[in-house]
């Protein structure tokens, strides 16, 4: 129900832009992130903003990404500048409810490579 969308391939230093849109209605939403998994890593959280608007960033992405929503709280974007060979991976939007329903997206492949 959750698409993302913006992965590609860019060279250190550039940036890119994911975004996250819901297919259908979501309600209540509680919190929304955006993780990332490595080759042979573990998925983890990069960045989250919740239902009031507090961020969260993982401390290697503090400074270069940026995450925001819409004015509906229904697309999630996050904005990467200075992307390093370390940000290489699949980037997943996910979005929790109140009623604690959790909505995953399709992964984004995100590459980092001169």
């Known amino acids: 129900q959750l698409q993302a969308s913006g992965g590609g391939l860019v060279q250190p230093g550039g940036s890119l832009r994911l975004s996250c849109a819901a297919s259908?209605?979501?309600?209540?939403?509680?919190?929304m992130d955006w993780y990332r998994q490595a080759p042979e890593k573990e998925r983890e959280l990069v960045a989250r903003i919740t239902r009031g608007g507090v961020t969260v960033y993982a401390d290697s992405v503090k400074g270069r990404f940026t995450i925001s929503r819409d004015n509906a709280k229904t697309t999630l974007d996050l904005q990467m500048n200075s992307l390093k060979s370390e940000d290489t991976a699949v980037y997943y939007c996910?979005?929790?409810?109140?009623?604690?329903?959790?909505?995953w997206g399709n992964g984004t492949q995100v590459t980092v490579s001169s």
């Open positions: 259908g209605s979501i309600f209540s939403i509680a919190f």
């Open positions: 996910h979005y929790m409810t109140i009623g604690l329903v959790n909505y």
